[in-house]
């Protein structure tokens, strides 16, 4: 899962907020959004 604009939510979101994404290995946020 990600944040495309296609959500529709228009703004970085916080670490976390996509726990369907997660690796096999559990692992989540890796790549993305840059404060």
Partial sequence: ???LV???IG???PV???PEG???F???DM???RR
């Fill in 31 to 33: 790549a993305g959004q």
């Fill in 16 to 18: 976390g907020s996509f």
């Fill in 22 to 24: 997660a690796s096999p």
């Fill in 1 to 3: 899962m990600a944040n």
């Fill in 26 to 28: 559990g692992v989540l």
């Fill in 11 to 13: 703004t970085t979101t």
């Fill in 6 to 8: 296609d959500l529709g």
